[in-house]
């Protein structure tokens, strides 16, 4: 079983930045497949970005391409966020999830098996 606590989120303004951070419990960190998926208030939870065991895949929401950054360092069993650009519609919470499969399915909040407790993001316009 893997533990996973979100931090880094905050207050920014538009335009600005953050960097999130999740860190992972346990030894078997390296064999997960890793997301980024966040819910703002009355919607949905949506995918942002998932990259593979190694780091070597990694797929983005349309929204977000170009924008944020997703990276792993499995030494520190942790994997980031790097979110530039940002803007009032990416306010939410940002939760990160680990999955076994890496797949399309890995786009989908049903890909994953275990999630963290979430961080909230707000900028400001």
């Known amino acids: 079983q893997v533990q996973l606590v979100e931090s880094g989120g905050g207050l920014v303004q538009a335009g600005g930045s953050l960097r999130l951070s999740c860190a992972a419990s346990g030894p078997t960190f390296s064999t997960y497949a890793m997301g980024w998926f966040r819910q703002a208030p009355g919607k949905e939870r949506e995918f942002v970005a998932a990259?593979?065991?190694?780091?070597?895949?990694?797929y983005y929401a349309d929204s977000v391409k170009g924008r944020f950054t997703i990276f792993r360092i499995n030494a520190k069993n942790t994997v980031y966020l790097q979110m530039n650009s940002l803007n009032a519609e990416d306010t939410a919470v940002y939760y990160c999830?680990?999955?076994?499969?890496?797949?399309?399915?890995?786009?989908?909040?049903?890909?994953?098996?275990?999630w963290g407790q979430g961080t909230q993001v707000t900028v400001s316009a």
């Open positions: 990259i593979s065991w190694s780091g070597g895949s990694t």
């Open positions: 999830a680990a999955s076994t499969d890496w797949s399309v399915r890995t786009q989908t909040a049903f890909g994953y098996d275990y």
